[in-house]
């Protein structure tokens, strides 16, 4: 896996219209952000959120749950989880041809 699929990949997921075709669930954008994370800093050695900040705790809990992972694991991961959505949505063909030729 390339970094160059991955940071297409990125453009994409942050490109990605609401109310398009493909609908990363809650849980996709969390796989999303921890692998990103993963991918762009290793692993997380921020102080976790306070109790009143739910997004941030489930974002902090989502990257910490990747620890280890190396950045070229994260980059196939993420790019994994991407095409998997993709395929699923009508229309995606040109968003996967553009990471396959990254």
């Known amino acids: 896996m390339s970094e160059a699929k991955f940071e297409k990949a990125v453009a994409i997921v942050q490109g990605l219209p609401k109310d398009g075709p493909v609908k990363p669930s809650q849980d996709d954008q969390l796989y999303f952000y921890s ?8 692993d997380n050695t921020t102080a976790r959120p306070g109790m009143l900040d ?5 974002k902090w809990d989502a990257w910490t749950n990747v620890k280890g992972t190396s950045k ?13 959505l993709l395929a699923k949505a009508p229309g995606q ?6 990471i396959e030729a990254a």
């Open 54 to 58: 739910f997004v941030g705790k489930a």
């Open 35 to 42: 692998y990103f994370k993963q991918a762009k800093f290793g």
């Open 72 to 84: 070229e694991d994260a980059w196939a991961k993420y790019v994994a989880k991407l095409l998997e």
């Open 93 to 98: 063909e040109a968003h996967i041809a553009e």
